[in-house]
């Protein structure tokens, strides 16, 4: 029995039954790692022997009769989150040599159910990419090869490094955040299920921000059910965090059997972009199809300003960005270069430290909050950001659930899209509104391209209504039977 | 009348709103569990909040709250229910974050209003146009190595309100006593301990000048001014200056400048140009701040009284001067200690004594109101012997110097002393009889006219009886004897 091709489900039952243990699980999955990791880059940083302690502690627990449904589940944590004594980059040169004394409210409530640290997965330098090529740790390869070719693909981001880790079997799961797409493309682009929760779900204590009132953490996992539980362990109220909801958290598990009859899905008219993909628009008619067969309702809906979603998120996001990277100053903590007076150990620091993409989001951020353009930049963008959270709310009081694509395209090659920022930014344009309008999105792989690359879609909630996302993707996830296997993995 | 300066072309208003900023009483830190303390080894009251530390988040403290409303409360300002932070963003190697939280277009308190007493008398009213909350940053110090500058975290994260008035000052002396008010209320509201030397409260002060009947002209804001007499010494240098600049066919820019105590004078720190531009966006990390009504009630009904009430309740209650109420209520311990001492007593006679002897005792003694030179109590006893008719006001004055002395108590001193004052009128004519016949020329020189040797004939029959004589009973037979 391979260790590595389970899922969580799978894998917790068979611990719970002794069929193995999860020193057994983890050994197997330090071992893959060890023999591909250096080819996908899917880990900037990973702790074996951390992981095998854990495991003891996890096999401990289990024969305790103490174990929840994680206990001795191995995950690859995206190294955004902070892990107390465990180096934490944002896959940035600045915070190269920084060991957070600190544990992020996330992972500790994984570690407290007994999930196991594989290492710190790899992204794009400070979440700020679709493609994991801004990592100052060098680009992860997606798994996934086109047919017939042995050319690198990205793995999308920026929670990249965890995607290509669970798709390549390298962690039965991980932990990602998405501030415009950042679990959604990387999931579709990796045949993963991932699902951006509420924002206010999760606490973003612990986690280096990127853009604060967009960012939110979410599982990365090979079924919904395993989403499911993973979320169930990192969501909840946290006191740190005062933008966190103070709501119980619901069983997710038990939502993804509810089924989908009688639910209402609404089919933006405005997702249908002009030079679409033939086979982006035919696997969401596919989509449409399969909750139609098992009892949902397709209602028509409209989100008007679907259209200017793209442009207040690159202005909100690096507005944000700006002023949350501001702290990396050289002074107190990470990497500093030392020069004639403070401003020059400043530009020094932060030109050495910081990639080309943070550069140039820290520059449109520090022009759009600037004097004399705020008005017409950032508040205007805050204004058509509420339209766009009203086109949601407006929606909502028809349908239940919304039915999208997660990306215009399945996974691009490395070096393709790169000459040109804008064109990497519309890989965002699917998922960005759901991030500006805080509500829970989730992608799963539906199908496969003409050049059998996994495609994903989305479903898109209410606030705080994951249950019903999860209940319709547990839906589509049945109907669309993904079994496809990336060519690059652990055996 | 009104102050003005007289230049070259004429007489010059002087113009000044303030900006205080004073620190929150509170036990911790406006965003963080750190400790508020002042002092302490250099970062031993910071948190990683506080030290910017990736992916932390502040968590607003609901007393540092509390604190500004009930301060906006005690100025009679309006309360606003919702309320929003902002980043003020700028680099400092003493500001963590790189930005400073502070709230920018929706402050936690509005409008409001302070009342000031000049010298002559006059109360005027100076607005507040506003307070709202903000974290103070840390300190540089650049004297403590050879190459390198120190970073001290302790202060970064506590909280301050600012407090912006209208342009109303006039004068360096209502600029004082404006400060001195302000501090008086938030030492009264127990929100600000008002100690300037140690930095907890400062003022940056806003000046400009013009001639009568003008519009404003531009203003200079002098940063961080840290006692009452700079600030007004820094008024007045300020205005000088403009008035100089405007008389020399120049132009007043707009900028920030310092005020250097020891040269008298201010001077350019940057100009309007240099100026950051703070890029302010509301604070994502936190939600906007909502008061209940009901929060903000139950802190009114909380509220302590404050100074302006008081000084009229003492003038009411006690029958006092409306300007020694003042001198009473300048300090809540005072007007306590004034308190415990007046209830069922000559109220009048309390307040002088207060005023009087017991402030030069405390001064000359180097004591404070809550360490006092003669208890409340002792004091007490002191005026019911006066009040009795005990002892007289003369030798109540030499009890008195021996109770600050010795800590001894007036009865026990006036008995010890023989010091009960004679009431008995055979005693005293007898006293008298005795002095006008030993003054027989003075008491011709009275008869012919001499009114005023009346005072010395009394004077020496208190001398002839040691001070003990009733006053009144002693003036009466004077002027029974010499007929």
């Known amino acids: 029995m391979s260790l590595l091709n389970l899922t969580i489900a799978q894998a917790s039952a068979a611990l719970a039954a002794k069929k193995f243990s999860a020193v057994e699980l983890t050994a197997a999955h330090n071992a893959a790692i060890a023999a591909l990791n250096p080819r996908l880059n899917a880990y900037i940083t990973t702790t074996p022997e951390l992981a095998l302690a854990q495991a003891q502690a996890a096999d401990a627990r289990i024969a305790a009769g103490t174990a929840t449904p994680l206990t001795g589940i191995p995950l690859a944590i995206k190294d955004l989150f902070c892990t107390a ?37 790899n992204l794009d330098e400070f979440a700020m990419g679709s493609s994991n090529i801004t990592s100052g740790y060098g680009p992860v390869e997606n798994p996934w090869k086109r047919n017939g070719s042995d050319a690198k693909l990205v793995p999308g981001g920026s929670s990249g490094g965890s995607a290509a880790a669970v798709a390549a079997r390298l962690a039965l799961g991980a932990t990602g955040t998405d501030t415009g797409g950042s679990i959604r493309q990387p999931a579709s682009f990796t045949g993963l299920a991932g699902i951006k929760p509420t924002y206010g779900r999760c606490s973003r204590y612990g986690i280096v921000a990127f853009a604060s009132s967009l960012d939110q953490a979410g599982p990365m996992a090979r079924t919904v059910e395993d989403c499911a539980i993973l979320l169930g362990a990192m969501a909840g109220f946290d006191p740190h965090d005062s933008t966190s909801a103070e709501r119980a958290v619901p069983d997710f598990t038990a939502a993804t059997g509810r089924g989908v009859k009688g639910l209402r899905i609404g089919i933006p008219a405005e997702y249908r972009m002009d030079g679409m993909s033939g086979e982006i628009s035919a696997l969401w008619e596919k989509g449409v199809a399969w909750l139609r067969e098992q009892g949902a309702e397709i209602v028509d809906i409209s989100l008007p300003h679907t259209k200017y979603g793209l442009a207040v998120y690159y202005i909100v996001a690096p507005a944000e960005a700006s002023s949350n990277l501001a702290r990396y100053d050289g002074v107190r903590f990470g990497k500093r270069v030392d020069g004639e007076d403070l401003i020059d150990m400043y530009e020094r620091t932060r030109a050495a430290g910081f990639g080309p993409e943070v550069k140039r989001r820290i520059m449109i951020g520090t022009y759009v909050l600037s004097h004399g353009y705020y008005d017409a930049y950032y508040l205007k963008a805050q204004k058509v950001r509420n339209l766009i959270l009203r086109d949601f709310n407006n929606a ?77 993707s547990a839906a589509l996830e049945r109907a669309a039977g993904f079994t496809a296997l990336p060519s690059v993995r652990a055996e | 009348m009104a102050y003005s300066l007289e230049g070259k072309t004429g007489t010059w208003e002087v113009v000044c709103g303030l900006e205080i900023h004073a620190q929150v009483i509170s036990e911790s830190k406006l965003f963080s569990g750190a400790s508020a303390t002042y002092g302490g080894a250099p970062n031993a009251h910071v948190s990683f909040v506080d030290a910017g530390f990736p992916g932390m988040l502040p968590v607003i403290n609901r007393e540092c709250v509390a604190q500004a409303v009930r301060t906006g409360l005690g100025l009679k300002a309006q309360i606003n229910l919702v309320s929003r932070f902002d980043r003020k963003n700028y680099f400092y190697a003493d500001l963590p974050n790189g930005y400073q939280i502070s709230q920018f277009d929706h402050p936690i308190v509005g409008t409001g209003d302070v009342e000031i007493e000049l010298q002559d008398g006059t109360i005027k009213h100076i607005g507040i146009t506003r307070l709202h909350l903000e974290q103070d940053a840390g300190k540089s110090m650049h004297d403590q190595h050879a190459s390198k500058s120190v970073i001290d975290l302790n202060r970064a994260g506590v909280a301050l309100m600012e407090i912006v008035s209208e342009p109303d000052i006039r004068s360096p002396e209502e600029a004082g006593a404006y400060l001195r008010k302000i501090r008086q209320i938030l030492r009264y509201l127990g929100t600000c301990d008002g100690n300037m030397e140690e ?22 804001e002098i940063k961080n001014v840290n006692s009452v007499r700079f600030v007004m010494h820094a008024v007045e240098a300020e205005a000088l200056r403009q008035i100089e600049v405007w008389e020399s066919g120049g132009e007043v820019r707009q900028e920030t400048r310092l005020y250097d105590p020891a040269r008298g004078e201010t001077r350019s720190m940057r100009s309007k140009e240099d100026a950051h531009d703070y890029r302010y966006f509301p604070e994502p990390d936190l939600l906007p701040l909502v008061l209940e009504e009901e929060f903000v009630a139950r802190l009114k009904a909380k509220l302590p009284e404050l100074p302006d009430e008081k000084r009229r309740r003492f003038c009411d209650e006690y029958a006092i001067p409306f300007y020694d109420a003042g001198v009473l209520v300048a300090e809540q311990a005072t007007a306590d200690f004034y308190e415990s001492v007046a209830k069922g007593r000559d109220a009048r006679l309390v307040a002088n004594w207060i005023s009087g002897d017991f402030f030069a005792a405390m001064n000359r003694t180097g004591r404070s109101i809550e360490n006092p030179p003669v208890s409340g109590a002792a004091l007490g006893e002191l005026i019911d012997l006066i009040s009795d008719k005990t002892i007289n006001g003369r030798i109540a004055k030499d009890v008195f110097e021996e109770m600050v002395e010795t800590g001894a108590m007036p009865g026990a001193i006036v008995e010890a002393k023989g010091l009960r004052q004679v009431t008995d009128t055979s005693a005293i004519d007898a006293a008298v009889t005795q002095v006008l016949a030993a003054n027989p020329d003075k008491v011709a020189e009275y008869k012919s006219g001499k009114d005023k040797l009346f005072g010395f004939f009394v004077g020496q029959v208190m001398k002839a009886m040691q001070g003990k004589g009733n006053p009144a009973l002693v003036n009466e037979a004077v002027k029974a004897q010499l007929g």
Do not use: W
């Open chain 1, 85 to 121: 004594g465990v180096r934490t980059t944002a896959a940035s040169k600045i915070l190269e040599p920084f060991i957070p004394p600190y544990e992020s409210t996330v992972t500790r409530q994984l570690l407290e159910a007994g999930t196991i640290c594989l290492g710190k997965a």
């Open chain 1, 396 to 472: 909502f009081e028809k349908v239940d659930a919304i039915l999208t694509p997660t990306a215009p395209s399945a996974a691009f090659g490395l070096g393709e899209k790169m000459d040109d920022p804008v064109t990497m930014y519309l890989n965002d344009v699917f998922t960005v509104p759901a991030s500006l309008a805080g509500v829970p999105a989730m992608s799963i792989p539906a199908g496969l391209s003409a050049e059998g690359l996994p495609l994903g879609l989305q479903v898109i909630g209410k606030h705080f209504d994951e249950e019903t996302v999860f209940a319709v």
């Open chain 2, 199 to 220: 930095g907890s409260m400062r003022a940056d002060v806003n000046v400009s000048v013009r001639k009568a009947g003008e519009d404003f002209r531009t203003r200079c």
